[in-house]
């Protein structure tokens, strides 16, 4: 696969995002499951591979990931992120979320970032985490400490490159200061535009973009009508019943759009996001081999400028309905 920079760190120009592969997020799924279809999309290319200490109850998903990259870990680059407070302890800060739930709790206090890398360390079966990330600003901790203390983490060893995930380009500035970002991980998707200050200050530092939610939690496939049990996206306000009938009558024209070019509407989300920079990559995520295929080629798809203004112009109409995460 085309590779794309972020940073100093190289990686495939679509990677994998692993959170789909733990039970309660997506629905129910066992772990032979999960590992097929992580082994399906390594094996396919997508060997920057997306976990956090969060996906998934007591390090589910890193625990995954590490039983995966066995015997072949110097094929994949590993990013993975810490710092979100679950379950939520008293020692942790509350920002708010635009799901039903309301909030999350955070802690990025530097004295708490080592022994989330050892653990993380630990869950992985590895002796080095090739990006890690603070997977939320702590809302009562400047930037700048907590990244001073994930450049000790480099310092030792641990750590070969960080990122930040769901900053601002003021936050994104403040770290950089202290030490190299090679990434910023934000949502970005058809129907979540980046900040453009974020992508200014992102571009002027050679920090690159990862995209979260790539597929808009699977809506932008055009397949989603409705959601199982143990669905997260039942917190989520664009996939209420109401909305989610009304976003995807929206939606058709983009569609339509796909089936004209003769793609599927899941690879034209991916490959309009990686004509929005170079330093641009996407981590979507599957549970279903033949889907991350799909996804994958979308690595390879050139769209005409004509086509991208089409799209922008189409995008700037289609107005979901609900709020975002953040
Ligand atoms: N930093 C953060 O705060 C943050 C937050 C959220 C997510 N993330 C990262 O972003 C990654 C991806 O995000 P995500 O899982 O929320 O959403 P996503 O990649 O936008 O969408 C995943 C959903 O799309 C479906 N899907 C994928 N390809 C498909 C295809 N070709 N046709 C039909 N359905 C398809 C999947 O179902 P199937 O399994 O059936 O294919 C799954 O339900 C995560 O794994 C995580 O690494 C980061």
Known sequence: MKTRELGNLQVPALGFGAMVLSPGVYGEIDDVRAETALKAAMDAGATHVDTSDAYGPDGHNERLVGRAIKGRRDE????????LAIPAGEDSRSFPVGYEFGELRV???PRMVRGYAERSLRNLDTDVIDLYYAHYPDPG????????????????????????SNVTAEQLRSAHAVHPIAAVQNEWSMWRPVDPDLLAAARELGVGIVAWSPLGNGFLTGTVRSLGAGDFRHHAPR?????LARNNDRYAPIRDLATALGITPAQLALAWLLHQDEHVTAIPGSRTPAHIEENLAAADITLHPDTLSRIDDTLTRFQALGGTLL
Request: charged share 20%.
């Open 239 to 243: 996939f209420s019943a109401e909305n």
């Open 141 to 164: 901790v400047p930037i700048e400490e907590t990244v001073g203390a994930m450049a000790e983490l480099v310092g030792a060893g641990l750590v070969r490159h960080l990122g930040l």
């Open 107 to 109: 802690n990025g206090e």
């Open 76 to 83: 994949v680059v590993v990013a993975t992120k810490f710092g």
